[in-house]
């Protein structure tokens, strides 16, 4: 789904550049309100993640693979704003540094994989949770639909904006029959990845996890023939999993899924590849501004050995999203905490 460089106009190219970087502006306001001390760290993790498991691509159909978007998963994790600013981080650290994904195409591909997506699945999802029984069933149950929608949703964004902005002359009708085709089954694949990690995470810590909050529904008693909420516990439940293992436990699986389970990912392209390929629409593809970078095609480059050259590049990726990441997380937290500190709010007593 990284839009290359050439399939798309530079009117349309910049049109999206201006609603991407509107939407980083306000999901960072956003990312405010959901981030604290707690969540900060997990959101710089779920970029690696999310790195890591798109270098996995998997068999789909005759000659096709698909991978991880990562949309719905960030944002069921931690927020739907700070879930768009994780796939944009992921975005930009391909698209510099491992020649994934067009520059001039930037803001087609954070519109497209971290908006359309992040958007779509939360609110489908926030939407299921409304009528399903409350429970961690019902929130690994809802992130399955909710990444199953999400990828053929991405593919109808690209249609749309091929439309409009394409530099080629194919029929839209083949284009979206074809893209949303493959992509219903690709997005099957998302949302079993996105189902299990969420699941795996409520398992141990529904605390740190964004859309599982208030679902724990409290304790009624039958008084005098009436339900009433029984006293809150007066002490926490204590967490199966403290905050630095979880952290840690998804680091060092990021590591180990990009710098070696890598290797073994379908070598056959992805949806938008293969649809292009077959329908034209690559025919003005444009060589990437990056693609003399050290680590492009997700590579080191002097590194002989193909095992180790992908292994390297893998673990300097996750490496320097989760860095990068943290970062940005890290300063829209202090951003909070600045609003919020007792300068700002004196004089608000009575």
Same mark, same amino acid.
């Given at each position: 789904? $990284? #839009?290359?460089?050439?399939?798309?106009?530079?009117?349309?190219?910049?049109?999206?550049?201006?609603?991407?970087?509107?939407? *980083?502006?306000?999901?960072?306001?956003?990312?405010?309100?959901?981030? =604290?001390?707690?969540?900060? @760290? &997990?959101?710089?993790?779920?970029?690696?993640?999310?790195?890591?498991?798109?270098?996995?691509?998997?068999?789909?159909?005759?000659?096709?693979?698909?991978?991880?978007?990562?949309?719905?998963?960030?944002?069921?994790?931690?927020?739907?704003?700070?879930?768009?600013?994780?796939?944009? #981080?992921?975005?930009?650290?391909?698209?510099?540094?491992?020649?994934?994904?067009?520059?001039?195409?930037?803001?087609?591909? /954070?519109?497209?994989?971290?908006?359309?997506?992040?958007?779509?699945?939360?609110?489908?999802?926030?939407?299921?949770?409304?009528?399903?029984?409350?429970?961690?069933?019902?929130?690994?149950?809802?992130?399955?639909?909710?990444?199953?929608?999400?990828?053929?949703?991405?593919?109808?964004?690209?249609?749309?904006?091929?439309?409009?902005?394409?530099?080629?002359?194919?029929?839209?009708?083949?284009?979206?029959?074809?893209?949303?085709?493959?992509?219903?089954?690709?997005?099957? !694949?998302?949302?079993? /990845?996105?189902?299990?990690?969420?699941?795996?995470?409520?398992?141990?810590?529904? =605390?740190?996890?964004?859309?599982?909050?208030?679902?724990?529904?409290?304790?009624?008693?039958?008084?005098?023939?009436? *339900?009433?909420?029984? @006293?809150?516990?007066?002490?926490?439940?204590?967490?199966?999993?403290?905050?630095?293992? &979880?952290?840690?436990?998804?680091?060092?699986?990021?590591?180990?899924?990009?710098?070696?389970?890598?290797?073994?990912?379908?070598? =056959?392209?992805?949806?938008?590849?293969?649809?292009?390929?077959?329908?034209? /629409?690559?025919?003005?593809?444009?060589? $990437?501004?990056?693609?003399?970078?050290?680590?492009?095609?997700?590579?080191?480059?002097?590194?002989? =050995?193909?095992?180790?050259? !992908?292994?390297?590049?893998?673990? /300097?990726?996750?490496?320097?999203?989760?860095?990068?990441?943290?970062?940005?997380?890290?300063?829209?937290?202090?951003?909070?905490?600045?609003?919020?500190?007792?300068?700002?709010?004196?004089?608000?007593?009575?």
């Amino acid at each position: 789904m $990284h #839009v290359p460089d050439g399939f798309i106009d530079a009117p349309t190219s910049a049109v999206t550049g201006v609603v991407a970087a509107g939407a *980083l502006a306000v999901s960072l306001r956003g990312a405010r309100r959901e981030l =604290d001390e707690r969540t900060a @760290p &997990l959101a710089g993790l779920v970029a690696a993640f999310i790195f890591a498991v798109q270098m996995l691509n998997f068999p789909v159909a005759a000659g096709t693979s698909g991978h991880l978007l990562g949309g719905a998963l960030a944002a069921i994790l931690v927020g739907p704003c700070t879930g768009v600013l994780c796939v944009s #981080v992921v975005l930009l650290m391909q698209g510099v540094l491992f020649a994934d994904g067009g520059l001039t195409a930037l803001g087609v591909n /954070i519109t497209d994989m971290a908006l359309v997506t992040t958007v779509v699945s939360y609110a489908l999802f926030r939407g299921l949770l409304a009528v399903l029984p409350r429970g961690r069933r019902s929130v690994t149950a809802a992130s399955f639909v909710a990444a199953l929608v999400s990828v053929p949703a991405a593919a109808v964004a690209f249609t749309l904006i091929y439309a409009i902005g394409g530099t080629t002359d194919v029929s839209i009708g083949k284009v979206a029959t074809a893209m949303i085709g493959v992509h219903v089954l690709i997005g099957i !694949g998302e949302a079993v /990845i996105t189902a299990l990690t969420v699941g795996a995470v409520v398992a141990v810590r529904p =605390d740190l996890v964004h859309g599982a909050r208030g679902l724990r529904q409290r304790l009624q008693l039958r008084v005098n023939g009436t *339900l009433v909420d029984a @006293p809150a516990p007066s002490a926490p439940v204590a967490a199966r999993t403290s905050r630095r293992t &979880l952290w840690v436990t998804g680091l060092v699986t990021s590591l180990v899924l990009a710098g070696f389970v890598s290797f073994y990912a379908s070598a =056959d392209p992805d949806g938008l590849e293969k649809v292009a390929h077959d329908k034209g /629409i690559d025919k003005k593809a444009e060589a $990437h501004a990056a693609s003399d970078s050290p680590l492009a095609d997700y590579g080191v480059k002097d590194v002989s =050995d193909a095992r180790l050259s !992908g292994g390297l590049a893998g673990v /300097i990726g996750v490496g320097v999203t989760v860095v990068a990441g943290s970062a940005v997380f890290w300063a829209v937290r202090r951003r909070r905490d600045a609003d919020v500190s007792p300068a700002s709010t004196a004089g608000t007593g009575a």
